[in-house]
DNA sequence: ATATCGTATTGACATGGATCAAAGCGACAA
DNA sequence: TTGTCGCTTTGATCCATGTCAATACGATAT
C-alpha cells in the first residue's frame, strides 16, 4: 500500500537484458525510455518509434551512483546531460565564504546538468541522496540529432524553459514567503510529484535532512522541524522523521493562498 | 562624461532607414544586430556574414514600448523571443493573494521571453521600465534556424543556460544572505552589467524604485533605503535618489565574501 | 511661487526566525 | 545489551528585518 516509501527497492530490480548482446528491438527501447523518462517530462514525448530509437542510441550508456555520491561538482567540465532513470538527488552551490544552499531536488524523469551548457563547466554539485541510476546523454550529440528532429528540439528547449518557471517558483518563495508557507509549498510540491510517478500523494519519504529542507528553503533546521511539528499539532500531517503523511491537503494549501501581511 | 546617466537618450536616436526600402546590404545587418546583441549574450556571436544575414532576417519586425507599458503579460500565448535594443525592463510575478515579486531586470542585449516555451503561455509579466526597443525573434522560426545553424543553436542553449545559473544565484542571495549583502550583490551586478555595455562601472542611474529593488531582492523598500544611507554613511556609495556612484567597490566586495554567520 | 503626488528617508517599535543549548530518538556496531 | 553517531525535537533568548508612522524630497502641474 505505502509504495510510496519504497522506491530505494527499485535499485535492486534486475537489469534490463544486456542490449548489445540482444538485437535492438523496439520492447527495450520503449523499456529504456519509459523508464528515465515518464510523463511529459521526458525528451521522448510525441517522438515516432524510429526518433526514439536514435534518441535510444544516444542515450545508451548510463552510469550508477551510491548514496552521496557526486554526479558532477562545481567546476567540472561540461559534457552531458543526465536523465535520472531512479534514485533522488540534491544539487546544491558552495560558495568560498562557506555559505552554501541547495537549489533543487531532482527524481527521477528529471534532467540534470543543464547549469553547464552556458559555460563548459557545472556550477553547482549534483549528489545522490540515495542510491541512483542515471542515463548518460553527450550533449553535442544531443544537439545533433535535435537538429534533425523537431519534436527532440522543442521538447528540449520545453525542459529548459520549465526548468526556469520552477526557479521563478521558488525565487518568489523565498522572497515573499514565511516559514509555514515554504514549508507547506515544499511538501505539496514533494506530494504532486511523487503522484505524478504513480507513488501516493498522501504519504512519501522524504530523502533530504532537515537541514537539506532548511537550506533550500531558506531556513534554518530548527525552524523547518518547528513548523513540521506545528502542522502536525494543528492536523495538517502526521511526522515520524523523514515519514511523512498529509492528512490535510487542502489546509496545507490554505496555508499557501493566504494573504500574506 | 557621465554617460551611463543617459541612455534614455538614445531612444531618440534617428531610426535606421526602413530597411524594406533598401536593398539588404550588409551594412545595415551588421547594425540590426550589433544594436540589439552586444557582447557575448547575443545570439549572433560566431556566425558568419551569411548566417548572420538569415538571423537578420528573422529578427526584422521591432517593437516600442513606452515606460510602464507590458511587452507581454501572464497568460499570453507564447509566439516570440525578444532581444532588448534599448531601455530596461523587469519582470515581475503576481500571485492571486497579491504577493509579487520582481525576477528579474534586464537590459540591452538581454533575452525576454524564454519563460513562455515550456507552456506555450509566459509565466511573467515584462515591463518597460524606461522607454525600449526589442526586437522580436518568432520562435518557431528561430527554432527552425538554429536546426539550420548549429552556431546559433549553440549560442541560443548557451543563453538558455546562463539564465539558469542566474537564477541559481539569486537563490542563493535570496536564501543565504542578508540586507546589506543582497544590496552589494545587487550593485555590483548593476555595475558588471553598465560596465559590459560600455557605460561607467562607477556611475549610473536605476531605472527602479526602491519597492522595486526590495521586491527583487525579497527585502522591504524601507530596509533597501537603510542599507543604502548606511553604505552611504560608511563611504562605500554616494546615493542620491536614484543615482548611484560607486566610491568604494572593493568595500562592497569584502561584504560579500565576509563570514556569513 | 505653490500645491500635489509619487518616491525616499528616518525613527520607534514588534516579531519571526536565528541562535545557542540540551535532550530525545533510531540505526547500527561492538 | 550497551555505546556511539547522526539526525531531530524542543526550549530560552536575541536580533535583523518588518511594520507603522511621520517627514522630506523632487518633479510636474497650476
Not at 527521477?108 to 541510476?133: F, K, P, R, Y
Not at 512519501?204 to 532548511?214: K, P, Q, V
Amino acid at each position: 500500500m505505502d509504495q510510496s516509501d519504497k522506491p530505494t527497492e527499485r535499485e535492486s530490480e534486475p537489469e534490463l537484458p544486456n542490449k548489445s548482446a540482444l538485437p535492438i528491438s523496439l520492447v527495450t527501447i520503449k523499456a529504456a525510455c519509459s523508464q528515465c523518462s515518464l510523463h511529459e517530462l521526458c525528451l521522448s514525448e510525441g517522438l515516432s518509434k524510429e526518433e526514439l530509437s536514435k534518441l535510444d542510441n544516444l542515450v545508451g550508456s548510463r552510469r550508477k551512483l551510491k548514496r552521496q555520491q557526486s554526479l558532477y561538482r562545481v567546476g567540472d567540465p561540461f559534457e552531458a546531460l543526465y536523465a535520472i532513470r531512479t534514485g533522488f538527488f540534491k544539487t546544491d552551490i558552495l560558495l568560498e565564504d562557506g555559505r552554501d544552499q541547495v537549489t533543487g531536488f531532482q527524481m527521477a524523469g528529471e534532467i540534470l546538468g543543464m547549469d553547464g551548457i552556458g559555460t563548459e563547466a557545472h556550477s553547482c554539485n549534483a549528489v545522490a541522496l540515495e542510491d541512483s541510476e542515471v542515463c548518460i546523454i553527450p550533449f553535442s550529440q544531443l544537439e545533433q540529432l535535435s537538429r534533425e528532429i523537431q519534436t527532440l528540439q522543442h521538447n528540449f528547449h520545453k525542459v529548459m524553459s520549465r526548468e526556469l518557471v520552477r526557479d521563478q517558483g521558488l525565487m518568489m518563495l523565498l522572497g515573499t514567503m514565511r516559514a509555514e508557507e515554504r514549508l507547506a509549498a515544499f511538501l505539496l510540491n514533494m506530494s504532486q510529484r511523487f503522484t505524478t510517478r504513480g507513488y501516493s500523494a498522501a504519504e512519501f519519504h522524504l530523502r533530504m535532512t532537515r537541514e537539506e529542507i532548511g537550506s533550500y528553503l531558506g531556513l534554518k533546521l530548527e525552524t523547518v522541524s518547528r513548523a513540521f511539528s506545528r502542522f502536525q499539532e494543528e492536523g495538517l500531517i502526521a511526522v515520524q522523521q523523514k515519514h511523512i503523511r498529509i492528512i490535510d491537503g487542502d489546509g496545507l494549501k490554505r496555508l499557501l493562498n493566504h494573504q500574506p501581511r
